[in-house]
């Protein structure tokens, strides 16, 4: 029994099996296919749960090498955003939307860290793509609305 739940102690130390699984993944041997990347899209999630945001948009860069699912290139997008990496998160969200152009969570993404960034061309494209999936989408007619604002500003300077 003894040796059975020191397995299951180590286990649940996330401190400990985190990195641990992370060696594994990045061997040697080296791990390849879906292996690789599920094992990524795993580490993902687990440090995007536990706040670690640098960490989750490594493994999820990672895991998108094989499996660039818009699944896992939208949580990358969002672990670069809460990393406070916008334009890392943009070219995430950019090639999301190039992939699937009515993903809506993809454009909005993309529009926060255009919005981020001051990059009013790209906000704008987003919001546009926004309205085209969801006519009369609030969030896309009040980013219009902060850009227009915005723009203003910068003209009475």
Known sequence: A???????????DLERVLPRI????????RRTGP??????????????RLLRWEASA??????AVTSPSPRILLQWGLAES??????????VYRLLVQ???DDYLGWSGFASASS????????????????????????????????EEYEQRLKGR
Request: proline fraction near 7%; hydrophobic fraction near 40%; charged fraction near 25%.
């Open 22 to 29: 992370e060696a594994l993944v990045t061997g040697p041997p």
């Open 58 to 63: 490594r493994a999820f860069s990672n895991a």
């Open 2 to 12: 003894v040796p059975s739940l020191q397995w299951l102690a180590v286990q649940n």
């Open 116 to 147: 981020e960034l001051k990059d009013v061309p790209s906000a704008r494209e987003a919001a546009a793509a926004m309205l085209r999936i969801r006519p009369n989408d609030r969030d896309a007619i009040m980013l219009l609305e902060s850009i």
């Open 82 to 91: 809460k990393h406070g990496d916008h334009a890392a998160a943009q070219r």
């Open 99 to 101: 992939r699937n152009p």
């Open 35 to 48: 292996e690789w990347g599920n094992t990524w899209d795993y580490l993902g999630i687990r440090n995007y």
